[in-house]
């Protein structure tokens, strides 16, 4: 297993190198549950000691719902007595922070004591994944695709109107985007492509994949550094799945792939005639069979379900297809070593651990189960009404991960209480809520 915190001579040489580089202040980083960055700053001769005995972080932060509300009965607040836990970095993780003078930035995983790691911490959920992909003999390469909206900061409307997808006079339309880009290099994400999404005002920046927790790790950095980034700016960005109804969502197309430990590709057959070895299929129709469950995890908001309609470029339900733009799994069936599956139907502020960890849980169960993958459709997936549809509801899509007691076994019972739990309070809060639709539309006629 990898959780095991830094040993005292790891701790030592990395402290020294950071000093022989100038660095001054260093970001203790937690990934929450729901992929924002909780931090605290530690100047850089407090490091050390720090990072040797663990540095105290309130234990139930890993249970604030998205307003930072106490969730009674996630098993983190008032059962252990509103206790501290300890962040302990993993010091590969570290990497620069460009934006501010003379600062780093490492992910940290939580634990209760020394030699009892959080079980609930969605990077130790996904640890615990890849260390079973592992023993089952392979390596993950993984990345993240993400869209988001760059807004006013006051209005938090749109900089520019129509529908401009990769226009060049749209693409660096805003200035600042291309000193947005110069700091995500300089923040170790090796930026492939930079563009204009459909949308106005909606944005496209991707990178290269990663093998294992550093892929995961490098889209929780290129998320929160890109609110931040754009803080510093002057503007907002936000990945929320669909904060304007008549303009398209944003998303997270999360890619993956499978490698046997000699470097070679685990899912491409050159003798098959689409290129895809039985891993490939058996792993996809693992996706497919477990779709309703992987649904919280990679849509974690009442509002991540409004993005999900037909021709939207938008999966809508549980499909699969060679480069079928509409499926929930689009195939890349390259015949090379690029071959790998790209799942389509994540929300862009879906945690980039748990939208990781509920497609390789899905995958894994495929593999485990030896999964016959099922038929592809002719034409789009989107139009075959044969093919089942996604939950229609985060209500509908909890209650999906409930009844699958596979899916549970693998994300584990404790990460599973801890996310139900505080979901379920978030959405008593929604219910609650009087929308401002409901008092036009009702008040006055009746």
């Known amino acids: 297993m990898s959780h095991i915190p830094p040993s005292s001579e790891a701790v030592s040489a990395w ?7 100038g660095v001054k202040y260093v970001r203790f980083e937690l990934p929450d549950l729901h992929g924002v960055s909780r931090l605290k700053v530690i100047p850089i001769n407090k490091v050390e000691g720090y990072a040797r005995k ?20 996630s098993g983190y607040h008032e059962e252990r007595k509103y206790c ?26 939580a634990y209760w004591s020394a030699t009892e790691p959080i079980q609930g911490a969605p990077r130790y959920v996904l640890q615990s994944l890849l260390d079973l992909a592992q023993q089952m003999g392979f390596e993950v390469m993984m990345g993240h695709e993400f ?31 291309t000193q947005m880009l110069d700091y995500l290099q300089a923040a170790g994400i090796d930026v492939i492509t930079h563009n204009c999404e459909y949308a106005p005002s909606q944005f496209e920046i991707n990178f290269g994949p990663g093998m294992g927790i550093k892929g ?33 969502g ?58 999900l309609k037909p021709h939207t470029f938008a999966p809508s339900n549980i499909s699969w297809g060679i480069e ?53 459709v002719d034409g789009p997936s989107e139009d075959d009404p044969s093919l089942k549809p996604f939950p229609k509801t985060l209500d509908a899509a909890l209650d999906a991960l409930a009844a699958d007691g596979a899916m549970q076994a693998l ?16 959405l008593a809060r929604f219910h609650d809520h009087i929308t401002n639709w409901e008092v036009a539309e009702y008040l006055e006629i009746y």
């Open 15 to 21: 402290v020294k190198t950071l000093q022989e580089q």
């Open 54 to 73: 663990g540095l105290n972080f309130y234990g139930g932060t890993l249970a604030l719902d998205t307003a930072s509300s106490v969730v009674s009965g």
């Open 84 to 109: 501290d836990m300890t962040l302990f970095p993993d010091i590969e993780s570290c990497t620069p922070v460009p934006w501010m003078d003379s600062t780093v930035k490492v992910v940290c995983d």
């Open 147 to 177: 869209e988001f909206y760059l807004l006013d900061a006051e209005t938090h409307q749109p900089l520019f109107d129509g529908l401009h997808i990769f226009n060049h006079i749209r693409n660096q339309y805003v200035p600042e985007v």
């Open 216 to 248: 995961a790790d490098k889209a929780f950095t290129f998320k929160n550094a890109v609110k931040e980034i754009a803080h510093h700016l002057g503007y907002q960005a936000s990945f929320m799945s669909k904060p304007f109804a008549g303009m398209a």
């Open 250 to 307: 944003c998303c997270c197309h999360f890619h993956i792939s499978l490698w046997h430990p000699d470097g070679t590709n685990a899912f491409l057959d050159p003798s098959d005639v689409d290129g895809l070895s039985a891993v490939a299929k058996s792993f996809t129709q693992g996706i497919l069979t477990h779709a309703p469950a992987m649904l919280p995890l990679i849509g974690p908001t009442p509002n991540c379900y409004r993005r």
């Open 324 to 376: 079928d733009r509409t499926a929930m799994v689009r195939m890349k069936a390259t015949k090379d070593d690029q071959t790998h599956l790209e799942m389509r139907a994540a929300s862009g502020l879906s945690n980039p651990y748990l939208s990781a960890a509920a497609t390789l849980a899905a995958g894994l169960l495929g593999l485990k189960d030896n999964l016959v993958l099922q038929p592809m």
């Open 411 to 426: 994300l584990g019972e404790e990460f599973c209480q801890l996310f139900s739990t505080v979901k379920a309070f978030e």
